[in-house]
């Protein structure tokens, strides 16, 4: 059990030279962290949907907005919010082109804080169950331990 709004080190932001996103594990907490210019993401690993590897996913921006790419299903989840965001046609009017619209927060994220040359979690205060919050039982995480 981790206390409220506490931060945990992750690693040293050197990690990210090379890189665009790599999976932790802090506590409890399965992680993939993501570097998108100076600004930095912290998701939960497993897709909401159906517990796919949401941290192997390419990082794509939809109308604006950058998005985690599942490569189970391909659901898109908006790396900043946990949204679900998906295109829409209007059925009585499908002429119009389709628009971009999202479905609320659907998986876990979590604050990053940089301070001296290092990443810290917070973990998300968010309460009640979301749906990612299943895949982050330990015995569907250590399915996908890597070693
Ligand atoms: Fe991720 Fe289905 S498990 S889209």
């Known amino acids: 059990m981790t ?16 890189i665009s996103k790599k999976r932790f594990q ?3 907490r399965d992680i993939v962290i993501i570097r998108r210019g100076e600004k930095f993401f912290a998701l939960d ?3 909401y949907h159906a517990g796919g590897p949401l941290f192997m996913g390419d990082i ?6 950058s998005c985690l790419v599942c490569p189970w299903h391909h659901y898109k989840v908006h790396i900043e919010t946990g949204n679900m965001v998906y295109q829409s046609i209007d059925p009585h009017n499908p002429k119009n082109p389709p628009v971009w619209k999202n479905s609320g927060q659907k998986q876990r994220v979590h604050r990053v804080t940089v301070r001296d040359n290092s990443l810290f979690v917070t973990f998300s205060d968010c309460t009640g169950d979301l749906q990612s919050d299943q895949y982050n039982a330990l015995e569907y995480r250590q399915r996908w331990q890597t070693n």
Do not use: A, Y
């Open 3 to 18: 206390k409220q709004g506490q931060e945990w080190f992750v690693c040293r932001i050197e990690e990210f030279d090379q």
């Open 26 to 28: 802090v506590q409890d």
């Open 45 to 47: 690993s497993f897709c």
């Open 60 to 65: 794509e921006d939809f109308n604006d907005l």
